[in-house]
């Protein structure tokens, strides 16, 4: 059990270093070919930033792991929205951008109905089972390519908020050695996760689904978490908003697509309440922008995110 519980952390640091190495090499590697720092940050930095949660979700997909796909995806945009800007907004009142209020907090909520619509078999066929299948998989990837290129219009429009990435300097032998080192560590990261989370959720009698919405999705949101407290500490606090809400719609999007392309996800009951906090999370941001002066997400809602994502982690651990 001890060693479990080590293999799992030595998993995460895994997994985390080597997506940020990736993202540098990748970068670095890019720019020494003269592609722009939109193109790259709508590209090699947002898929590395997800790479986490990509990589844990494809080896518990072929590992037959429905529960941790769906909590995975789910729990990271629970976190990403009560935990990380819960915290950013104590820290400093975001302040929202016209883009984000009207496009990209609304296609996030959009999302998380999505995921229940495709889940809620059922609702249209008394029938069925409920399960995201591989047809709903590429209805969920083809939202996400209308998702990149709505980026990539905001990109011509002159929005610069991805170019405050700020690219590493590698040589391009040096790039390759390190994206080679980060795409390594991905993935025996992301295998040690979840072959040791299973075995540490057996050992306790915690579903898979309580470990995926919990230890899994915490840690592997950890990329997104440094990224908006750095961001909102230094004043910038659109690119911490930014990062949460494009990582909620790529996880929705591409991450649970692409595993449901792999294998289709089975949707257990239980798996309807976290949809459902996933879209009160979602609908709660969006009122939230427009509650008190301006459209900010201030301290005292950053609060309110954070007692209740305390309350919903205190649920879960006490009915596992």
Do not use: C
């Amino acid at each position: 059990m001890i060693l479990a519980v080590i293999m799992l952390l030595i998993g995460f640091v895994m997994l985390i270093y080597g997506a940020d190495k990736l993202v540098d090499a990748a970068s670095s590697l890019a720019s020494n070919f003269g592609i722009p720092n939109i193109v790259i940050g709508l590209t090699v930095v947002a898929f590395g930033t997800s790479a986490p949660e990509l990589v844990v979700n494809v080896f518990a997909s072929i590992s037959g792991s429905p529960d941790m796909v769906m909590g995975n995806v789910v729990g990271s945009n629970i976190f990403n929205i009560l935990g990380i800007l819960g915290i950013s907004a104590v820290i400093y009142p975001l302040t929202v951008k016209s883009n984000t209020t009207w496009i990209e907090i609304p296609l996030s909520l959009l999302a998380a109905i999505l995921i229940f619509i495709l889940a809620d078999d059922f609702l249209f066929n008394s029938g069925a089972e409920n399960f995201i299948s591989l047809g709903d998989g590429v209805i969920l990837l083809m939202f996400f390519v209308i998702f990149l290129g709505y980026n990539i219009m905001v990109s011509k429009q002159g929005d610069q908020k991805l170019e405050e990435f700020e690219i590493g300097k590698y040589t391009t032998g040096m790039a390759v050695l390190w994206i080679i080192v980060g795409l390594a560590g991905l993935v025996f990261g992301g295998k040690l996760i979840v072959d040791n989370a299973v075995e540490i959720a057996k050992y306790f009698g915690m579903s898979e689904r309580v470990i995926g919405l919990t230890i899994v999705s915490i840690g592997t949101s950890m990329p997104e978490l440094a990224t908006s407290v750095a961001a909102v500490r230094k004043k910038k606090v659109d690119i911490a908003i930014g990062n949460v809400v494009g990582s909620n719609i790529f996880n929705t999007f591409f991450i649970l697509g692409v595993s449901a392309t792999i294998l289709p996800v089975t949707i257990s009951p239980p798996n309807f309440t976290d949809i459902w906090v996933n879209i009160f999370s979602s609908l709660l941001l969006f009122v939230f922008v427009f509650t008190g002066r301006g459209r900010k997400i201030e301290k005292w809602e950053g609060f309110v995110f954070i007692g209740l994502y305390v309350a919903y982690l205190t649920a879960l651990i006490m009915n596992w």
